[in-house]
């Protein structure tokens, strides 16, 4: 399937060959994302969903946030690795994806932990009275260092904080940027020099900067 990707398609095929393959849900939620919304790309699929559901499982946080739920794929991945009370609150601004992201959460283990907010993430983040271990950012590009400044203060340290899209289909390193590439490479050197975090940018897909708190 089509979709943002910073390696050559032939290198994107051969890791995802070699990549443990989705549970029989998530294929068929990307399945439905393909066939119904317009557009799909924004799926997390195969090879990025086994990165989050790793990752999670690595760092077994008891609190996530998701900013952009879209279907709901990335959140089933990362909702994996939660400890067995652990709570997943994921934030979706377009209210037409709710029944559709609900219903894959009510298909899933993680129904009872997985709860979905409708809105603006940038005015349900300080409705949140939670301290999160990890958390991952999707959602609207050039909100990225807003919704950065909102959590860090209320991330415990060791916390994890993960956005997605942050090479813009390799666009960061054109000399005339567009709006988005710009507000993106301004934000990986933001948090380059935030003394607050430690990070490593992977040219996975679209390019996945994760970041520690210190
Ligand atoms: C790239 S998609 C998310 C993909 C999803 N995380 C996955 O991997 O399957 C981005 C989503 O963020 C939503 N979004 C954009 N701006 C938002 C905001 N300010 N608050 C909440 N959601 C937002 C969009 O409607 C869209 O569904």
């Known amino acids: 399937m089509d979709e943002f990707n910073s390696v050559s398609s032939e290198m994107s095929d051969y890791a995802e060959q070699h ?24 799926v997390a699929g195969h090879l990025q969903g086994q990165l989050l559901r790793t990752l999670s499982l690595m760092i077994r946080p008891s609190r996530i946030l998701e900013i952009g739920t879209f279907t709901g794929y990335s959140a089933i991945c990362l909702a994996e690795g939660l400890t067995p009370c652990g709570q997943l609150h994921t934030i979706e601004i377009d209210e037409e994806l709710r029944s559709t992201a609900q219903s894959f959460f009510d298909q899933s283990q993680y129904k009872d932990q997985i709860h979905l907010h409708i809105g603006n993430a940038i005015e349900i983040i300080p409705t949140l009275d939670e301290s999160f271990d990890l958390v991952f950012i999707d959602a609207k590009k050039q909100l990225y260092a807003d919704y950065f400044d909102l959590l860090i203060d209320n991330v415990k340290s060791g916390s994890y904080i993960l ?22 490479d301004l934000f990986n050197k933001k948090v380059h020099q935030d003394k607050r975090v430690e990070n490593i940018l992977l040219p996975v897909r679209d390019g996945i900067l994760i970041m520690r708190k210190l």
């Open 19 to 42: 990549t443990t393959e989705p549970t029989k849900l998530l294929k068929k939620l990307e399945r439905d994302t393909y066939l119904k919304q317009i557009n799909p790309r924004m």
């Open 163 to 184: 956005t997605d899209n942050v090479l813009w289909n390799g666009k960061v390193l054109e000399e005339k940027m567009d709006k988005d590439a710009k507000n993106l």
